[in-house]
Every structure is written in structure tokens, then in C-alpha cells.
């Protein structure tokens, strides 16, 4: 069963880049990396995913080593309004098989 | 474009009584979610329809139950409504079921139970 680690909270400064690391040591061949979202007083919203090597889109990059089992979330010169939860999903699953949103990592921007 | 809807935005109940919360998708997915969300704890998954006609138990599923009404619309019932259910419930689809698929959120139910 795939163990998901992510940092509970970091903060950052307006202007900077941030990486999250996910730590997923237990990945299986077919999992994928996903990665939402979430802002206060909304649902969560999915921002990338990928399965290996590097994904970008307009939001944020995904960067995943040749062994897969981390995987690290980074957003480019962040604002206030990045400010959210974000959430690693690979592989944890609950005892319905389903993926799991684990406690995610509370990202802090400040001015 | 407005993707995932849920009414009410905002509820109290008391202890006892019933409710159903609604949710609705403007995508033409195939599979809908239930979630609640708990302070200090990411979303629990409460039931779920991977397509139209069918529902399956979630992590966490007594005291609710489901319809999926129609390709668009599924809906969470509470019957007897207990303290422990306040929480903020959150509906989500994604085009087919999958972990590779994309979920996508309504902006939640907030239900405050007395």
C-alpha cells in the first residue's frame, strides 16, 4: 500500500519560487501523480499530473525523478493569492480502493 | 461554464432531521463523488457513482445515502441528521472513473448540525 508524504505547512514570499515535495516510495508501475489545489471556502481544484519526467502548464511544473518515488510540485514566483492547500495523490488508497486526499500541505505566501 | 453546482451553500439542521443536498454537473461526466471535508483532515469519500445508474460506498458511508438521479445530477441524503455529520460536503466529477481522471469540485455545502 503506497505511503504518501508531504510537508504539513511551508511558507513562501511573494515573488519566489516554491517546490513541494511528495514523497511516495512505495509507487506502483500503473500510479499516477496528481496534485490539487485548495483555495479557503472553495473545493479543491486539479492543477497537473503526470507519470514521469517533467509536465507543465500554466500553472505549475511537475517534476518526477527516473525512480519515481518522489515526485515535487513547483510554482513560479508566487503571489498572496497562491496562498492554499495543496495535495499530493499517488497510489494511497482507502479500504474502498479509491485514492485518498491526505492533510496536503499548507502553503503560507506572505508580501 | 459552471461546472459543478451545489445548493444549499449554507445549512443548519437539528439533530434529527433530514436533509438532502444537491449536486449538479454541467460536463456530461460519467462519474460523481461525495466528500466531507473535517478540520485537520483532507476529504473522506462518502459514496460515489461511477456512471449513471450505479452507486458505491466510500470510506465513509453510514448515515447517508445517494441518487444519482440522472447523467447531471447526484444527490446525498442525510435521514437522521447527528452532530457528527456537521462538516462541509463537497461534490465532485470527472469524466470516467479513474485514478488518472481528473476530479473536479463544487465549492461545497457548509452544514452545521445541532
Known amino acids: 500500500l503506497a505511503k504518501t508524504t508531504q510537508p504539513i505547512s511551508m511558507d513562501s514570499y511573494e515573488g519566489q519560487e516554491v517546490n513541494i515535495t511528495c514523497s511516495h516510495n512505495n509507487i506502483a508501475t500503473n500510479d499516477y501523480i496528481t496534485w490539487y489545489q485548495q483555495f479557503p471556502s472553495q473545493g479543491p481544484r486539479f492543477i497537473i499530473q503526470g507519470y514521469k519526467t517533467k509536465v507543465t502548464n500554466e500553472v505549475a511544473s511537475l517534476f518526477i525523478p527516473a525512480d519515481r518515488k518522489s515526485s515535487t510540485l513547483s510554482l513560479p514566483r508566487v503571489s498572496l493569492s497562491d496562498t492554499a492547500v495543496y495535495y499530493c495523490?499517488?497510489?494511497?488508497?482507502?479500504?474502498?480502493?479509491?485514492?485518498?486526499f491526505g492533510q496536503g500541505t499548507t502553503l503560507q505566501v506572505k508580501p | 461554464n459552471a461546472g459543478v453546482t451545489q445548493t444549499p451553500k449554507f445549512q443548519v439542521l437539528k439533530t434529527g432531521q433530514s436533509m438532502t443536498l444537491q449536486c449538479a454537473q454541467d460536463m456530461n461526466h460519467n462519474s460523481m463523488y461525495w466528500y466531507r471535508q473535517d478540520p485537520g483532515m483532507g476529504l473522506r469519500l462518502i459514496y460515489y457513482?461511477?456512471?449513471?445508474?450505479?452507486?458505491d460506498k466510500g470510506e465513509v458511508p453510514n448515515g447517508y445515502n445517494v441518487s444519482r438521479l440522472n447523467k447531471r445530477e447526484f444527490s446525498l441524503r442525510l435521514e437522521s441528521a447527528a452532530p457528527s455529520q456537521t462538516s462541509v460536503y463537497f461534490c465532485?466529477?470527472?469524466?470516467?472513473?479513474?485514478?488518472?481522471?481528473?476530479?473536479?469540485f463544487g465549492d461545497g455545502t457548509r452544514l452545521s448540525i445541532l
Open positions: 465532485a466529477s470527472s469524466e470516467v472513473e479513474g485514478d488518472d481522471q481528473p476530479q473536479h
Open positions: 495523490l499517488v497510489g494511497e488508497r482507502g479500504n474502498t480502493g479509491k485514492l485518498i
Open positions: 457513482s461511477a456512471s449513471e445508474g450505479t452507486t
